[in-house]
């Protein structure tokens, strides 16, 4: 569950008055939703999921994500709250020295999992995504679509609660960006709330749900 | 098989810490440091030493000085005549708490004033005291009681304690010992600062990683004990090697020191000629390293570990602080 009152998110420099990247914010995401988020380039959509994936704090209003309030909860508090946010980033932001299997068993090791299940876990995910084969590429020797996989595969192979993606489907085919829709729809069936930011109209078109549309950092449209 | 390697989490290396924080320069640093460690506990340790040395010989001997000792004393009652040294000696080793009177001979006077009187074959123009030496045992007497008995019963008589002359070679020796502990403060000091800032140039390096790992759930505990493992290891190898490089350095100080310490190091020197015993002279020279060395030498590789992670604990969880 997300649910955001007046919130506001203004990007600067202590003491200097920034640029308002999101302004007024106000909605809900029932547990277990689903929402595509909308929007032009630069309306916002990468700092509202930013927000939600605790990597910012609200510079205004109240934000609750997964039942904590974010501007009230103490820095010690966020990283288990982390623990339980799947977030897939444009630039896929895998480590570069790390094999793909290590860079999907990360999220495993850092919440302290065993190592057996994490070796389970990852090696069928990575099979999920296709890649198992390429389990100890690093992300330079996998291509822009095979490094796009390995990022999904780490937001999920922890089971996360909350489900975030931001253009997860910039880097791949159809087939393969029909896969990922179906993976994110069998995560939100299980109970994930799930928030894909998308410029794919003919994707969202195929896969019709509740959306967020902002414009210049507004919220314009929740429907 | 390569994917057994991943499988490994003993070595698994998410922040890529094997390079960014690299094998060669923060060891070497470190070394140096324990290098210079080790030569100010040497210090520290000698000075120890020499003041226990002073200390133990100076205070259980006097020096009693008799003047005109071989004036014979008035005659009391039918007694035969008595050299005012002969009635000191006697005096001296019927006192309580006196081991042992020894009288010097002029032959022995004059060697003492050699190197300012020159070379006069035991006569001079001056006319000399007798000295007598004495080796107190126990608490030993007391001396203000002592000087008045000797000058009641051979006037003119000195007995000098080595009490004051020791007093000031101590405190010579013990400001040598402060010196020493602060030259240890600043290695200790400089230790830290430099890995510090071998932590923060492996910060700035894997910026990009620690945020990826601090947004999937890692705590700052998780992040900083990355960095404190490797800079343990990394400062502990230093300081071992360090440790290693200063042996060698210090056993051939402690065997020119040795003569000023210990008696038995003496014979060190010319057992050296007879390679026969080459095994026992090791040993014997290890044996002039004072005890304490060879408790803070292995103890060079411990601290330097612990200087490292706690200054890599603290310098990464301060900079987590800018992530939210």
Excluded at chain 1, 16 to 39: I, S
Excluded at chain 2, 11 to 32: I, K, N, S, T
Excluded at chain 2, 94 to 109: C, F
Excluded at chain 2, 122 to 141: C, D, K, M, R
Aim: glycine share 10%.
């Amino acid at each position: 569950m997300v649910r955001l009152e007046g919130v506001g998110l203004q990007y600067g420099r202590a003491g200097r008055p920034g640029t308002d990247a999101l302004r007024d914010l106000t909605f809900v995401v029932e547990e277990g939703g689903f929402r595509w988020l909308l929007g032009a380039s630069g309306a916002g959509k990468s700092s509202l999921l930013r927000l939600m994936h605790l990597a910012v704090r609200p510079t205004r209003g109240r934000l609750n994500v997964l039942g904590t309030e974010v501007g009230r909860a103490s820095r010690r508090d966020l990283p288990d709250l982390r623990r339980r946010i799947g977030m897939v980033f444009q630039d896929f932001r895998l480590l570069p020295h790390l094999s793909a299997f290590d860079n999907v068993a990360l999220p495993l090791r850092i919440a302290g999992r065993p190592e057996g299940q994490i070796r389970a876990d990852v090696t069928e995910m990575l099979r999920w995504v296709g890649l198992a084969r390429q389990m100890d590429s690093r992300p330079a020797e996998l291509s822009g679509g095979e490094q796009q996989r390995v990022a999904i595969a780490r937001a999920v192979v922890g089971r996360p609660s909350l489900l975030l993606a931001d253009e997860p489907t910039g880097n791949l085919d159809d087939v393969q960006a029909e896969r990922l829709m179906v993976l994110l729809k069998e995560m939100n069936r299980q109970g994930a709330t799930v928030i894909v930011a998308s410029h794919n109209e003919t994707l969202v078109a195929r896969h019709p749900g509740r959306s967020l549309r902002l414009e210049h950092g507004r919220l314009v449209h929740h429907g | 098989m390569a994917s057994r390697r991943s499988l490994r989490p003993a070595r698994f290396d998410d922040l890529g810490l094997r390079r960014a924080l690299g094998d060669r320069m923060l060891p070497a640093l470190v070394a140096a440091m324990a290098f210079l460690a080790a030569l100010a506990l040497a210090g520290s340790a000698g000075a120890a030493a020499m003041v226990r040395h002073w200390q133990d010989g100076a205070a259980a001997a006097l020096t009693v000085q008799v003047t005109n000792p071989t004036e014979p004393l008035p005659r009391t009652g039918d007694g035969p005549e008595v050299t005012r040294l002969d009635q000191a000696l006697t005096l001296l080793r019927s006192t309580q708490g006196i081991v042992g009177v020894r009288a010097l001979t002029q032959a022995e006077l004059a060697e003492l004033l050699r190197p300012w009187l020159g070379d006069s074959s035991g006569s001079t123009a001056l006319p000399l005291p007798g000295v007598i030496q004495v080796h107190l045992g126990g608490a030993g007497p007391d001396l203000a009681a002592l000087q008045a008995r000797m000058e009641a019963a051979v006037p003119g008589t000195l007995v000098e304690s080595h009490g004051a002359w020791v007093q000031r070679l101590a405190v010579l020796a013990r400001s040598l010992q402060a010196c020493a502990w602060l030259a240890l403060a600043v290695v200790a000091a400089v230790a830290a600062a430099v890995i510090m800032v071998a932590t923060r140039a492996g910060l700035s390096a894997r910026r990009d990683s620690i945020e990826i790992v601090h947004g999937l759930g890692a705590t700052d505990g998780y992040i900083a004990g990355r960095f404190a493992r490797r800079a343990t290891l990394l400062a502990g190898v230093g300081g071992l090697l360090g440790a290693l490089a200063s042996v060698p350095v210090l056993l051939a100080l402690a065997s020119l020191a040795a003569p000023f310490v210990s008696a038995t190091a003496e014979v060190a020197v010319p057992a050296a000629a007879d390679m026969a015993n080459s095994v026992q002279l090791m040993a014997q020279t290890l044996r002039t390293l004072p005890p304490e060395l060879w408790l803070g030498l292995p103890a060079l590789p411990v601290a330097a570990g612990l200087i490292g992670l706690l200054t890599a604990q603290a310098t990464v969880r301060s900079w987590l602080k800018r992530l939210p």
